[in-house]
């Protein structure tokens, strides 16, 4: 399914965990700063509507998404972290040189993500033209630092319900 086909923004709220007490952090490149702003405002605002609190949320800056890898582990080998959430936008140039980087950067978060053990959430666009970014950025396709931050939030909540064994009852009951 593509995002002309979901409105990203558009999600299932039920069963959403508890997060007051849980500390995220959102790790946002420079590059494209218009779309990655827009994304941060996304992530940061859905973050808070669902529960999260201001004081709990920290915010680190990078060059460029290539550097968010390794800017995801430093905060994800915190232990008061519970979640990252990663923001960019690689808009294709002339050159191969954006797919270098975007799958350097997907596989980089879920290394991070499988060695520390928590989400580490990909909100890295790699849109062909900045008005593909742009409608996915608080456009038509909705905003993906929204499904960046709801995704965080869910994936705090399956943990906790694997790690309860909340979640090990028949699906047919
Ligand atoms: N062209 C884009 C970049 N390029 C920069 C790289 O991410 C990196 O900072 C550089 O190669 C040094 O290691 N980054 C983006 O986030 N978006 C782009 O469109
Ligand atoms: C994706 C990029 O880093 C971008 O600056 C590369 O552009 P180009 O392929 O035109 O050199």
């Given amino acids: ?38 994304l941060f405002q996304g992530a940061y605002n859905t973050l808070l509507q669902y529960g999260a609190v201001a004081e709990n949320i920290i915010r680190g800056n990078v060059p460029g998404s290539y550097e968010l890898t390794l800017a995801a582990q430093w905060y994800a080998q915190r232990p008061d972290i519970d979640a990252v959430i990663c923001i960019g936008c690689v808009i294709q140039g002339e050159t191969k040189h954006n797919d270098y980087i975007n799958h350097a950067v997907a596989q980089g978060l879920t290394n991070v993500s499988l ?28 905003n993906k630092g929204d499904e960046a931050a709801i995704t965080a939030i869910k994936m705090l909540g399956l943990r906790q319900l694997v790690n309860e064994r909340r979640s090990d009852v028949s699906v047919s009951e």
């Fill in 1 to 38: 399914m593509s995002s002309a086909d979901k409105n990203l923004s558009v999600f299932t709220t039920n069963e959403l965990p508890e997060v007051s007490g849980r500390r995220f952090a959102i790790v946002v490149a420079e590059w494209n700063t218009d779309v990655t702003e827009a």
């Fill in 115 to 142: 060695k520390t053990n928590k989400p580490v959430i990909f909100g890295v666009l790699t849109p062909n033209t900045q008005q593909q970014a742009l409608d996915r950025a608080g456009g038509i396709h909705g």
